[in-house]
């Protein structure tokens, strides 16, 4: 009884266990995107580095107000010898030295910058073009992370579409071995051909555990980037691809020169090398601020001093920098030809990759016209093999072919269909449109 306890137990141990398992998720293509947006490490990586220039930038801007200091001290001095002088007629004559025993000191000092060479403004202007350029690069990495989502989320399709059309036609094939097990008992056919039907059965089986394997890595893949579990099964919208519209497609580089986040964060890049030169000229110009403050001081039996007020002008200049700043103003000038250099070939690199993308997207397109004429051919060239064969005017091995051709246009219909969608959206990505695609708002 005991043991009949236990292994009900065990079946519903492993019941439960399977179920977590196999544990599935339906997603849209937008969804995942979105998710991968708001779970990805490199996003979150993107907008940290967003945030820091924020708080850089509000530190610059921090040095326009004044700079307000107070101070205090306590002192227990030791019994001094103390020769007071004085100009009175009776300076000679003797007086007792007070007892000196603890000083009291208060200080408040105020400084306002007034003029630094314009480099108070200039820096200002190199941490928000940063900010501007760090935000621009936070965008980009979005724009690659929708873009790895979606490869990984097609190759997913694929994947399913491929194990589907493998189990329907290992069902076939199984089914031909059975069949022509029975006709090689009964001596209809020979036993060559039972073996070329078990064969391909055999390369069928091979194919179908090889499909399997594939989409189990790019379920992990797509998974592991969503912040998913990685048991997680994810079942991919059938939506996304049977209603699919695809509209404003790019012809040319234009939009992209326009759009191209990584291309504008070195626009802003630049901007911000050109105020750092001016920033490194400021060197060249004194230094003007309004100085103010109130000092309090009591030493105990010789003075007392309250409420002493100043304020006044502080003027500063360091000759030196005459010889010295030189430096870093080429050095300041020669970051912005780097910079102004590497937009030049990120421009060049940009327009390549888009006539790469328009290239892909029509060869996909025509390869989906073709696929799709190929099983209507496929199907039709196995319809009439079966026939001969049946009436004995073909033999196993066409029989056998005219299926595996039919297997692989189908499989291949399914991939180019896909193979559209991917590289519509992969000639949306290099020309910076992905983004709108999927409504950045949203997060």
């Known amino acids: 009884m005991k043991a009949n ?13 399977s179920a977590e398992a196999q544990e599935k998720k339906s997603l849209t293509l937008d969804e995942a995107i ?53 100009n009175s007629s009776d300076s000679e004559s003797d007086t007792k030295a007070p007892n000196v025993d603890q000083l ?45 989502v979606i490869n990984y ?36 056919v020979p036993k060559n051909d039972l073996l070329k039907t078990q064969l391909q059965l055999s390369k069928v089986q091979l194919s179908l555990d090889k499909a399997n394997s594939d989409l189990n890595v790019v379920n992990y893949e797509l998974a592991s980037l969503l912040k998913l579990d990685p048991n997680t099964k994810i079942v991919v919208s059938e939506s996304d691809f049977s209603t699919f519209e695809m509209n404003n497609i790019p012809t ?77 103003v080429k050095i300041a000038k020669s970051k912005a030809a780097e910079i102004q250099n590497t937009e030049i070939m990120l421009t060049d690199h940009i327009k390549i990759q888009v006539q790469k993308a328009l290239e892909d997207y029509d060869l996909s397109v025509k390869q989906n016209q073709v696929y799709t004429q190929a099983v209507d051919q496929a199907t039709e060239n196995y319809r009439i093999i079966k026939d001969k ?27 180019a269909k896909t193979n559209v969608i991917q590289k519509y959206y992969n000639l949306l990505a290099v020309t910076g449109q992905l983004n709108q695609t999927f409504n950045l708002s949203k997060i």
């Open 389 to 415: 064969y049946d009436n004995g005017l073909a033999d196993t091995n066409d029989l056998l072919e005219a299926d595996v051709e039919q297997l692989s246009a189908k499989i291949n219909k399914a991939v």
């Open 153 to 188: 989320y097609v190759a997913l399709y694929q994947a399913e579409k491929t194990v589907e059309l493998l189990n329907e036609n290992y069902k076939s094939a199984e089914q031909r071995v059975k069949d022509f097990t029975e006709l090689e008992k009964n001596e209809i």
């Open 252 to 328: 040319n580089e234009n939009p992209a020169l326009e759009n191209r986040k990584d291309l504008e964060a070195l626009r802003y890049q630049e901007k911000a090398s050109l105020a750092n030169i001016k920033v490194a000229r400021s060197g060249y110009y004194p230094s003007l601020a309004l100085i103010g403050g109130y000092t309090t001081l009591d030493l105990k039996n010789v003075v007392n001093v309250q409420n002493a007020m100043n304020f006044g002008i502080g003027l500063s200049y360091n000759i030196s920098d005459i010889f010295k700043n030189g430096t870093e």
């Open 5 to 17: 306890y236990l292994l009900l137990f065990g079946v519903l141990f492993l019941g439960i266990t």
């Open 34 to 86: 979105h998710l991968a947006w708001e779970k990805s490490n490199e996003v979150n990586l993107a907008n940290a580095k967003v945030t820091t220039k924020k708080f850089e930038l509000q530190s610059v801007k921090n040095h326009r107000y004044p700079d307000l200091k107070a101070s205090a001290q306590y002192q227990r001095l030791t019994k001094a010898k103390i020769d007071l002088k004085s």
């Open 104 to 148: 009291v000191l208060g200080q408040i000092t105020a400084n306002l910058p007034v003029f630094s060479g314009f480099k108070l403004n200039n820096s200002i202007k190199v941490s928000d073009n940063l900010l501007q350029a760090e935000t621009a690069n936070a965008l980009q990495t979005k724009e690659e992370t929708a873009m790895k």
